[in-house]
Protein backbone atom coordinates (compact mmCIF):
# COMPACT_ATOMS: atom_id res chain seq x y z
CA UNK A 1 0.00 0.00 0.00
CA UNK A 2 1.29 3.29 -1.21
CA UNK A 3 1.95 6.44 1.19
CA UNK A 4 -0.98 8.24 -0.25
CA UNK A 5 -3.87 5.35 0.14
CA UNK A 6 -2.92 4.77 3.58
CA UNK A 7 -3.67 8.61 3.88
CA UNK A 8 -6.79 8.51 2.82
CA UNK A 9 -7.61 4.82 4.60
CA UNK A 10 -6.15 5.39 7.95
CA UNK A 11 -6.14 8.76 9.44
CA UNK A 12 -8.57 9.96 12.33
CA UNK A 13 -11.15 11.49 10.23
CA UNK A 14 -11.28 8.24 8.04
CA UNK A 15 -11.46 6.08 11.36
CA UNK A 16 -14.05 8.19 11.97
CA UNK A 17 -15.90 7.59 9.15
CA UNK A 18 -15.79 3.97 8.57
CA UNK A 19 -16.43 3.41 12.11
CA UNK A 20 -19.84 5.62 11.94
CA UNK A 21 -23.36 4.69 12.96
CA UNK A 22 -22.92 1.16 11.81
CA UNK A 23 -20.49 0.52 14.62
CA UNK A 24 -22.75 1.29 17.07
CA UNK A 25 -24.04 -2.12 18.53
CA UNK A 26 -27.20 -2.51 20.68
CA UNK A 27 -28.53 -4.98 21.98
CA UNK A 28 -32.01 -6.82 21.75
CA UNK A 29 -34.19 -3.55 23.58
CA UNK A 30 -36.96 -6.40 25.72
CA UNK A 31 -36.11 -9.49 26.96
CA UNK A 32 -38.98 -11.82 27.96
CA UNK A 33 -41.09 -9.06 27.73
CA UNK A 34 -39.25 -6.87 29.91
CA UNK A 35 -37.30 -3.91 28.93
CA UNK A 36 -33.48 -4.26 29.47
CA UNK A 37 -31.37 -1.73 31.41
CA UNK A 38 -29.36 -0.18 29.64
CA UNK A 39 -25.20 -0.46 29.86
CA UNK A 40 -23.19 1.56 27.09
CA UNK A 41 -19.62 1.14 26.62
CA UNK A 42 -17.22 3.09 25.20
CA UNK A 43 -14.00 1.21 23.51
CA UNK A 44 -10.72 2.01 21.51
CA UNK A 45 -10.08 0.17 18.42
CA UNK A 46 -7.57 -2.44 19.00
CA UNK A 47 -7.14 -5.87 20.46
CA UNK A 48 -7.86 -4.45 23.97
CA UNK A 49 -11.30 -3.70 23.31
CA UNK A 50 -12.26 -7.12 21.64
CA UNK A 51 -14.45 -8.67 25.08
CA UNK A 52 -16.70 -5.25 24.54
CA UNK A 53 -17.36 -6.20 21.09
CA UNK A 54 -18.02 -9.91 21.75
CA UNK A 55 -20.19 -8.78 24.84
CA UNK A 56 -22.23 -6.63 22.30
CA UNK A 57 -22.34 -8.85 19.06
CA UNK A 58 -22.93 -12.27 21.09
CA UNK A 59 -25.25 -10.54 23.46
CA UNK A 60 -23.76 -11.91 26.37
CA UNK A 61 -25.20 -8.91 28.25
CA UNK A 62 -28.75 -9.86 27.36
CA UNK A 63 -28.60 -13.15 30.01
CA UNK A 64 -28.06 -10.74 32.56
CA UNK A 65 -31.41 -8.44 31.54
CA UNK A 66 -29.20 -5.92 30.19
CA UNK A 67 -28.93 -3.91 26.91
CA UNK A 68 -25.03 -3.04 25.53
CA UNK A 69 -23.54 -1.23 23.08
CA UNK A 70 -19.74 -0.05 21.96
CA UNK A 71 -18.72 3.35 20.60
CA UNK A 72 -15.47 3.16 19.21
CA UNK A 73 -12.79 6.29 19.67
CA UNK A 74 -9.11 6.68 18.87
CA UNK A 75 -7.79 5.15 22.08
CA UNK A 76 -9.32 4.11 25.38
CA UNK A 77 -7.82 7.49 26.98
CA UNK A 78 -10.46 9.47 24.49
CA UNK A 79 -12.99 6.49 25.52
CA UNK A 80 -13.18 7.39 29.11
CA UNK A 81 -14.32 10.81 28.18
CA UNK A 82 -17.67 9.10 27.29
CA UNK A 83 -18.33 8.35 31.14
CA UNK A 84 -17.65 11.41 32.27
CA UNK A 85 -19.74 12.91 29.76
CA UNK A 86 -22.33 10.69 30.75
CA UNK A 87 -23.27 8.71 27.33
CA UNK A 88 -21.51 5.91 28.68
CA UNK A 89 -21.28 3.43 31.17
CA UNK A 90 -17.95 1.38 30.72
CA UNK A 91 -14.44 2.03 29.43
CA UNK A 92 -11.39 0.80 29.52
CA UNK A 93 -7.19 1.96 29.69
CA UNK A 94 -4.23 2.01 31.19
CA UNK A 95 -3.47 3.29 34.37
CA UNK A 96 -2.77 7.18 33.44
CA UNK A 97 -5.65 7.33 31.32
CA UNK A 98 -7.53 6.99 34.32
CA UNK A 99 -5.30 8.98 36.82
CA UNK A 100 -5.30 11.85 34.79
CA UNK A 101 -8.88 12.20 34.62
CA UNK A 102 -9.83 11.38 38.40
CA UNK A 103 -7.52 14.22 39.25
CA UNK A 104 -9.15 16.54 37.38
CA UNK A 105 -12.65 15.64 39.14
CA UNK A 106 -13.93 12.97 36.78
CA UNK A 107 -15.72 10.73 38.37
CA UNK A 108 -15.21 7.06 37.12
CA UNK A 109 -14.04 4.17 39.33
CA UNK A 110 -11.54 1.22 38.71
CA UNK A 111 -13.54 -2.44 39.53
CA UNK A 112 -11.04 -4.81 38.04
CA UNK A 113 -8.24 -5.39 34.79
CA UNK A 114 -9.65 -7.21 31.89
CA UNK A 115 -6.43 -7.70 29.83
CA UNK A 116 -2.77 -7.81 30.34
CA UNK A 117 0.16 -7.67 27.81
CA UNK A 118 3.82 -7.75 27.31
CA UNK A 119 3.57 -7.33 23.01
CA UNK A 120 0.20 -5.15 22.93
CA UNK A 121 2.49 -1.66 23.30
CA UNK A 122 5.74 -1.35 21.67
CA UNK A 123 9.06 1.10 20.18
CA UNK A 124 8.53 1.24 16.09
CA UNK A 125 10.84 3.43 14.33
CA UNK A 126 13.69 3.61 11.75
CA UNK A 127 15.73 0.23 10.88
CA UNK A 128 18.87 2.17 11.71
CA UNK A 129 17.92 2.67 15.95
CA UNK A 130 19.62 -1.30 16.51
CA UNK A 131 19.90 -0.58 20.46
CA UNK A 132 18.39 1.42 23.32
CA UNK A 133 21.63 4.03 23.18
CA UNK A 134 20.61 4.83 19.50
CA UNK A 135 17.64 7.18 20.70
CA UNK A 136 19.96 9.72 21.91
CA UNK A 137 19.83 12.63 19.96
CA UNK A 138 17.02 11.47 18.26
CA UNK A 139 12.72 12.45 18.12
CA UNK A 140 10.64 10.26 20.05
CA UNK A 141 7.08 10.45 20.14
CA UNK A 142 3.59 8.96 22.22
CA UNK A 143 0.51 10.02 23.79
CA UNK A 144 0.42 12.01 26.59
CA UNK A 145 -0.65 10.16 29.98
CA UNK A 146 -1.29 6.78 28.33
CA UNK A 147 0.84 3.23 28.17
CA UNK A 148 3.01 4.57 25.29
CA UNK A 149 3.78 7.59 28.24
CA UNK A 150 4.41 5.25 30.87
CA UNK A 151 6.76 3.20 28.54
CA UNK A 152 8.46 5.21 27.35
CA UNK A 153 9.50 6.43 30.99
CA UNK A 154 10.11 2.81 32.16
CA UNK A 155 12.21 2.25 28.70
CA UNK A 156 14.81 5.26 29.58
CA UNK A 157 15.40 4.11 32.92
CA UNK A 158 15.63 0.50 32.10
CA UNK A 159 18.42 1.11 29.76
CA UNK A 160 19.68 4.62 31.72
CA UNK A 161 19.11 6.76 29.01
CA UNK A 162 19.46 10.35 29.10
CA UNK A 163 15.84 11.70 28.92
CA UNK A 164 17.14 15.27 28.38
CA UNK A 165 19.15 14.18 25.26
CA UNK A 166 15.99 12.55 23.31
CA UNK A 167 13.39 15.26 22.01
CA UNK A 168 9.58 13.80 22.43
CA UNK A 169 6.82 14.86 21.08
CA UNK A 170 3.11 14.12 21.94
CA UNK A 171 1.15 12.81 19.22
CA UNK A 172 -2.29 10.96 19.05
CA UNK A 173 -2.02 7.16 17.64
CA UNK A 174 -3.63 7.73 14.15
CA UNK A 175 -1.09 10.25 13.71
CA UNK A 176 1.95 8.37 14.38
CA UNK A 177 2.64 6.90 11.39
CA UNK A 178 2.35 9.63 8.86
CA UNK A 179 4.65 11.67 11.33
CA UNK A 180 7.33 8.16 10.73
CA UNK A 181 6.73 8.91 7.02
CA UNK A 182 7.27 12.32 6.35
CA UNK A 183 10.38 11.89 9.17
CA UNK A 184 8.91 14.11 11.69
CA UNK A 185 9.75 11.82 14.15
CA UNK A 186 12.25 8.73 13.98
CA UNK A 187 10.26 6.42 16.87
CA UNK A 188 7.20 6.23 18.55
CA UNK A 189 6.25 4.20 21.90
CA UNK A 190 1.97 2.91 20.91
CA UNK A 191 0.42 -0.31 20.69
CA UNK A 192 -1.33 -2.31 17.98
CA UNK A 193 -2.20 -1.80 15.41
CA UNK A 194 -0.07 1.19 14.89
CA UNK A 195 3.50 -0.49 15.33
CA UNK A 196 2.75 -2.96 12.66
CA UNK A 197 1.07 -0.36 10.55
CA UNK A 198 4.65 1.55 10.73
CA UNK A 199 6.32 -1.52 9.63
CA UNK A 200 4.38 -2.06 6.69
CA UNK A 201 3.80 1.02 5.43
CA UNK A 202 6.74 3.14 5.80
CA UNK A 203 9.82 2.42 4.09
CA UNK A 204 13.36 1.32 6.21
CA UNK A 205 10.98 1.07 9.86
CA UNK A 206 10.34 -1.99 11.75
CA UNK A 207 9.04 -2.70 15.03
CA UNK A 208 12.09 -2.14 17.67
CA UNK A 209 10.65 -3.49 20.86
CA UNK A 210 8.23 -5.29 22.48
CA UNK A 211 7.49 -3.41 26.61
CA UNK A 212 7.48 -6.76 27.87
CA UNK A 213 11.40 -7.43 26.16
CA UNK A 214 13.68 -7.29 28.95
CA UNK A 215 10.61 -7.36 31.53
CA UNK A 216 10.28 -3.63 30.78
CA UNK A 217 6.60 -2.53 31.02
CA UNK A 218 3.90 -5.10 30.83
CA UNK A 219 0.64 -3.24 29.78
CA UNK A 220 -2.81 -3.50 31.94
CA UNK A 221 -5.72 -2.50 30.71
CA UNK A 222 -8.29 -1.41 33.65
CA UNK A 223 -12.41 -1.62 33.61
CA UNK A 224 -13.91 1.82 34.29
CA UNK A 225 -16.95 2.05 35.88
CA UNK A 226 -19.02 5.46 35.64
CA UNK A 227 -20.59 7.09 38.81
CA UNK A 228 -24.29 6.10 37.62
CA UNK A 229 -23.18 2.49 37.34
CA UNK A 230 -21.56 2.62 40.41
CA UNK A 231 -24.67 3.83 42.31
CA UNK A 232 -26.60 0.79 40.64
CA UNK A 233 -24.81 -1.98 42.40
CA UNK A 234 -27.73 -4.48 40.95
CA UNK A 235 -26.98 -3.51 37.49
CA UNK A 236 -23.08 -2.96 38.19
CA UNK A 237 -23.26 -6.43 39.36
CA UNK A 238 -24.53 -8.04 35.88
CA UNK A 239 -22.38 -6.02 34.06
CA UNK A 240 -19.23 -7.38 35.95
CA UNK A 241 -20.78 -10.75 35.34
CA UNK A 242 -21.15 -10.50 31.67
CA UNK A 243 -17.65 -8.85 31.35
CA UNK A 244 -16.43 -11.84 32.95
CA UNK A 245 -18.22 -13.97 30.90
CA UNK A 246 -16.83 -12.09 27.38
CA UNK A 247 -13.58 -12.14 28.18
CA UNK A 248 -13.32 -16.04 29.08
CA UNK A 249 -14.79 -16.61 26.02
CA UNK A 250 -12.10 -15.03 24.08
CA UNK A 251 -9.93 -16.79 25.75
CA UNK A 252 -11.61 -20.19 24.88
CA UNK A 253 -13.07 -19.13 21.38
CA UNK A 254 -10.50 -17.05 20.00
CA UNK A 255 -11.25 -17.59 16.44
CA UNK A 256 -14.56 -16.43 16.70
CA UNK A 257 -13.65 -13.32 19.28
CA UNK A 258 -11.59 -12.59 15.96
CA UNK A 259 -14.18 -12.79 13.18
CA UNK A 260 -16.64 -11.15 14.93
CA UNK A 261 -13.79 -8.03 16.25
CA UNK A 262 -12.11 -8.46 13.00
CA UNK A 263 -15.40 -7.16 11.30
CA UNK A 264 -16.32 -4.79 13.44
CA UNK A 265 -13.23 -2.87 13.48
CA UNK A 266 -12.29 -3.03 9.55
CA UNK A 267 -9.30 -5.21 10.56
CA UNK A 268 -8.12 -8.67 8.77
CA UNK A 269 -9.35 -11.27 10.73
CA UNK A 270 -6.29 -12.84 10.42
CA UNK A 271 -4.72 -9.58 11.56
CA UNK A 272 -6.94 -9.55 14.59
CA UNK A 273 -5.74 -13.23 15.37
CA UNK A 274 -2.80 -12.22 15.56
CA UNK A 275 -3.26 -8.93 17.62
CA UNK A 276 -5.49 -11.25 20.05
CA UNK A 277 -2.50 -13.90 20.39
CA UNK A 278 -0.53 -11.06 21.95
CA UNK A 279 -2.87 -10.71 24.94
CA UNK A 280 -3.90 -12.25 28.06
CA UNK A 281 -7.54 -11.85 28.62
CA UNK A 282 -8.83 -12.00 32.68
CA UNK A 283 -10.97 -10.38 34.65
CA UNK A 284 -9.25 -9.79 37.91
CA UNK A 285 -8.94 -8.14 40.84
CA UNK A 286 -5.86 -8.92 42.84
CA UNK A 287 -4.90 -6.00 45.09
CA UNK A 288 -1.21 -6.17 45.45
CA UNK A 289 -1.11 -5.72 41.82
CA UNK A 290 -3.52 -3.33 40.90
CA UNK A 291 -2.67 -1.15 44.23
CA UNK A 292 0.95 -1.75 43.06
CA UNK A 293 0.49 -0.81 39.40
CA UNK A 294 -1.60 1.88 40.28
CA UNK A 295 0.37 3.93 43.41
CA UNK A 296 3.52 3.17 40.92
CA UNK A 297 1.65 5.16 37.93
CA UNK A 298 0.91 7.67 39.99
CA UNK A 299 4.17 8.12 41.34
CA UNK A 300 5.18 8.84 37.45
CA UNK A 301 2.38 10.81 36.91
CA UNK A 302 3.36 12.89 39.92
CA UNK A 303 6.71 13.36 38.57
CA UNK A 304 5.21 14.43 34.84
CA UNK A 305 2.73 16.78 36.05
CA UNK A 306 -0.27 14.45 34.89
CA UNK A 307 -2.06 14.96 38.25
CA UNK A 308 -1.56 16.74 41.43
CA UNK A 309 -1.86 14.89 44.14
CA UNK A 310 -2.09 11.25 45.03
CA UNK A 311 -5.80 9.55 44.90
CA UNK A 312 -8.00 8.31 47.78
CA UNK A 313 -7.74 4.95 46.94
CA UNK A 314 -10.50 3.61 49.27
CA UNK A 315 -12.33 6.00 46.84
CA UNK A 316 -10.89 5.33 43.55
CA UNK A 317 -10.41 1.98 43.53
CA UNK A 318 -13.99 -0.39 44.25
CA UNK A 319 -13.35 -4.09 44.84
CA UNK A 320 -16.76 -4.35 46.04
CA UNK A 321 -18.04 -5.66 42.53
CA UNK A 322 -15.40 -8.45 41.90
CA UNK A 323 -15.77 -9.83 45.65
CA UNK A 324 -19.46 -10.19 45.40
CA UNK A 325 -19.05 -11.36 41.88
CA UNK A 326 -16.09 -13.81 41.60
CA UNK A 327 -14.19 -13.40 45.18
CA UNK A 328 -12.17 -16.15 43.68
CA UNK A 329 -10.58 -13.28 41.25
CA UNK A 330 -10.77 -10.32 44.04
CA UNK A 331 -8.38 -11.73 45.98
CA UNK A 332 -6.66 -10.08 49.31
CA UNK A 333 -9.04 -7.45 49.89
Not at 182 to 196: G, K, N, S, Y
Not at 254 to 267: D, L, M, P, S, T
Request: glycine share 10%; hydrophobic share 40%.
Amino acid sequence: MDYSSYSRGMTRRAFGVSLGPGMYVLGMAVANGAPLKKVPTATGIDALFVPFVVAAELKIFEKYGLETSYKPFDDGNVALDALLAGSSDIGATTELGGLSRWDKGGKLYVTSYSSTSGQQIGLAGRDDIKKPEDLIGRTVAYPRATGGHLYFLRYVKKYNLPVDKIKVKFMQAPEMVAALERRDIDAFFLWEPWLDKAAQLVQGARVLARSGDDGVFILTSYDYYSQGLIDDQPRAAAATRALIEATDFCNSNAAEAAKVAGKAFRIPEADMKVYMSRMNYRVEMPKDVVLGNFRGAAEVALGEGIIKKMPDWNDFVRPQLMKEVAPDRAVGW
